[in-house]
């Protein structure tokens, strides 16, 4: 099970996360979240981690020149669109993607993944109004879908005591966490990240 943990903004929290397995480390570059983290800050945190670790960067309906800025500054491998980003503009930055989707109701995942063919994978997250996501609430995960093409990334209210059940339900190709693994928000639990990569790889 592949494991990102996300909303990192301290040089210790994302040591901590590498060390417990983590595939990706995510940075949210969405001034408005309280996770929200600057490009010199982030840059000076991946300069100081191991390779073999996937970097991603959060954008929620960025001016592309503030991607281009972010991308000037901070080597990210991936990048993440939380927005209503179409496809062009996702596509433009020449790195690889992955979409949020937002689960809500009656919305079907498989249908509305068709408008972004590019993308390397959906990330399926609670649907709040307004919120673009890290809310801590959970959708119906009898809803996730049972395709393994696209890959499909779970996310929205995980925590160490019930990513093992929803894994079990969804059978995703990778889980998302950040505010589950908090302590505060933007700082993370050393605790909290073990205790939910064991529980996810369990």
Known sequence: ??????????????????KAGADALGFVFYPPSPRAITPEQAAKIIQQLP???????????????????????????????????????????GRPYIKALRMKPDFDPEQAAAGWPSARGFLLDAYTPGIPGGTGEVFDWQ????SESPSWILAGGLTPTNVAQAIRITQP???????????????KCPT????FIKAARS
């Open 1 to 18: 099970m592949r494991i990102k943990i996300c909303g990192l903004t301290q040089l210790e929290d994302a040591q901590i996360a590498v």
């Open 143 to 146: 809803r996730f879908p049972a």
């Open 192 to 195: 909290k990240i073990h205790a």
């Open 51 to 93: 390779p073999f670790v996937m970097m991603v960067g959060l954008f929620v309906d960025p001016k592309p020149e503030w991607v281009t800025e972010v991308l000037k500054q901070v080597p990210l491998d991936l990048l993440q669109f939380h927005g209503d980003e179409p496809e062009a503009f996702c596509q433009s930055f």
């Open 173 to 187: 190709y990778a889980v998302d966490v950040s505010g589950g693994v908090e302590s505060s928000r933007g700082i």
